[in-house]
Nanobody, 126 residues
Framework: QVQLVESGGGLAQAGESLRLSCLHA????????MGWFRQAPGKERECVAV????????YYPDSVKDRFTISRDRAKDTAYLQMNNLKPEEKAVYFC???????????????????WGQGTQVTVSS
């Protein structure tokens, strides 16, 4: 059974950085890639980054492009999300996921999800 274990959330001041990690455990990775999503109170969950597990190709919505960086370490079965220049409105629960496909839709990224992590809270103070 797949388990996704997230870590690295916490509190940051506006303009600061945080790095999230997501360990894929339980069985050999089998999917298109890994993605990071976030959900703020009262809002829909949105995709903020996807990485193709094989090729390393990366996908970002315009809202985080040039500030967030997704990466993966296949030897460690771990995906990372480096978040720079955080904004107060980016306070949310961040989830990692095994994704089965990705597509750009205008300024956003849409991804199909096979498995979700439990989420980690990110709080950004002004």
């Amino acid at each position: 059974q797949v388990q996704l274990v997230e870590s690295g959330g916490g509190l940051a001041q506006a303009g600061e950085s945080l790095r999230l990690s997501c360990l894929h455990a339980g069985r050999t990775f089998a999917g298109y890639g890994m993605g990071w999503f976030r959900q703020a109170p009262g809002k829909e969950r949105e995709c903020v980054a996807v990485v193709d597990w094989d090729s390393g190709a990366k996908y970002y919505p315009d809202s985080v492009k040039d500030r967030f960086t997704i990466s993966r370490d296949r030897a460690k079965d771990t995906a990372y999300l480096q978040m720079n220049n955080l904004k107060p409105e980016e306070k949310a629960v961040y989830f990692c996921a095994v994704v089965n496909g990705v597509v750009y839709q205008g300024e956003t990224v849409l991804a199909g999800v096979d498995f979700w992590g439990q989420g980690t809270q990110v709080t950004v103070s002004s």
